[in-house]
């Protein structure tokens, strides 16, 4: 069995919708969750969901090797960010080469980099008049969105599209590909 092990900062649709994908597969599972915000609504999801989820907070992240060694440990196959805010750590990208995939609602290397991140995204592609946007799915490596892209996906924008309507057509490209993409990436890798 391939194991994922996904980390999110916020809503977690995405995770939901990874969960959901995987849940009963033969060949893959959601082995945990983890976040890195107490009060994310993606914990309230895990809990119905029957998935393990942490919490972990800046220090056992960046100043003691808690979450380290509990990734190490676990040994998952596949490291996925889905809506997590905070850089991954040098020390964590070097242990799990090629290991850690995130999602960038947008079409990179456009709208990508620090700040740029949840409706900030959207409201920057509105406000330049772009006529398409869509998701980015990438492999992590020390800089901000910048990794090995694996796949993307557009939609169109019409000119009356707000910020919000961009946010939910580029959220049904998420949960139609973001799970498709991961299991291809695990069963093509052995
Ligand atoms: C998604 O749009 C993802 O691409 C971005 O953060 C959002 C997370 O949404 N990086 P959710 O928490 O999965 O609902």
């Known amino acids: 069995m391939k194991r ?18 995987f849940d009963k597969h033969e060949q893959v599972a959601v082995s945990a969750v983890l976040t890195n915000k107490n009060t ?57 080469p ?32 772009e006529t398409e946007t869509g998701i980015t799915i990438h492999y992590v490596n020390e800089n901000y969105d910048e990794g090995g892209i694996i796949h993307q996906a557009k939609t169109n924008i019409s000119p009356h599209d707000t910020p919000k309507q961009i946010a939910e057509k580029v959220h049904a490209l998420e949960y139609e590909h973001f799970p498709k993409v991961l299991e291809k990436i695990l069963l093509k890798n052995g």
């Not at 980099?113 to 920057?124: D, F, I, L, S, T």
């Open 4 to 21: 994922i092990i996904l980390l999110a900062s916020g809503s977690g649709s995405n995770v939901e919708n990874i969960i959901t994908y």
């Open 40 to 96: 994310a609504y993606v914990l309230e999801r895990c809990k119905k969901l029957k998935v393990p989820a942490l919490y972990f907070n800046k220090t056992a992240f960046l100043d003691t090797s808690v979450v380290f060694d509990f990734l190490i440990a676990q040994n998952p196959d596949l490291i996925v960010l889905a809506g997590f805010l905070w850089k991954i750590p040098q020390e964590l990208v070097a242990a799990f």
């Open 98 to 129: 090629n290991k850690i995939v995130n999602i960038h609602p947008a079409l990179l290397p456009k709208y990508g980099g620090k700040g740029m991140y949840g409706a900030k995204v959207h409201e920057a592609v509105k406000e330049n008049g």
